[in-house]
């Protein structure tokens, strides 16, 4: 078990540019979350995956956010055209959950994104 | 999920007993009690889980009470590497609608001194 891996750890960005967020899930795990959290407040939820399936996505928190999984391993998240208001850590999660067995979620230790 | 209310702070003093309450009171029959802590710069740990019974790991001990409207959270000899923002966090059972997300308040911080 090697944990939930996230890159980079920090990210300095001009407002108006695009950034990308990696995170390797621990191997087992279908499930794959995403939350973020601001300063002095905990995370918040923003989507999640089962598999290669984004089964939710309404909790985030533009058009101008998207995430993929595209194999069912790794994902990544987007910002596009990036706002001050986006600076916060963007957390990744994954676990495994099969009909009635819903094991915990392991936490990786965030991508930092600062917006100049 | 369920609401939960955590003291803002607390302090402890390093080897003794750290009780780290949380309130409940809406929590239904199907829904975990887990508790998560962050450490400064670090994402949620997980530390322990459960549903009606009391659990202990090699962690912690999670007290839950007979009517399940309330937990505690022990951490038997705190040291300072204890010190972290706790959440108590309640989550439904099974895999299903409602079960993939964690909804966490701002917690407990607690202090760990010397």
């Known amino acids: 078990d090697t944990g939930v891996s996230q890159d980079p750890r920090h990210k300095i960005t001009k407002r108006g540019q695009n950034v990308t967020f990696r995170c390797d899930p621990i191997s087992e795990h279908n499930r794959l979350y995403w939350y973020r959290q601001t300063l002095g407040q905990g995370p918040e939820f923003l989507t999640y995956?089962?598999?290669?399936?984004?089964?939710?996505k309404s909790r985030l928190l533009s058009d101008r956010f998207s995430a993929e999984r595209p194999k069912g391993s790794f994902s990544t998240l987007e910002i596009q055209r990036t706002e001050q208001g986006d600076s916060a850590m963007y957390l990744c999660?994954?676990?495994?959950?099969?009909?009635?067995?819903?094991?915990?979620?392991?936490f990786g230790d965030g991508t930092r994104l600062s917006i100049l | 999920d369920a609401k939960t209310t955590q003291p803002t702070s607390m302090d402890c003093a390093e080897g003794r007993a750290a009780n780290l309450p949380c309130n409940h009171s809406t929590i239904s029959g199907n829904e975990y009690v887990y508790w998560y802590r962050q450490i400064h710069s670090q994402g949620p740990q997980y530390i322990i889980h459960?549903?009606?019974n009391n659990e202990t790991n090699e962690m912690a001990s999670l007290i839950i009470t007979e009517d399940r409207k309330s937990s505690t959270l022990i951490l038997p000899h705190a040291t300072l590497r204890d010190t972290a923002v706790y959440y108590c966090i309640v989550r439904f059972a099974y895999s299903g609608a409602g079960s993939y997300q964690l909804t966490f308040g701002k917690g407990t911080k607690l202090s760990v001194i010397p």
């Open positions: 459960g549903l009606k």
């Open positions: 999660a994954s676990s495994f959950a099969l009909d009635r067995d819903n094991q915990p979620q392991h």
């Open positions: 995956f089962q598999n290669e399936a984004q089964l939710e």
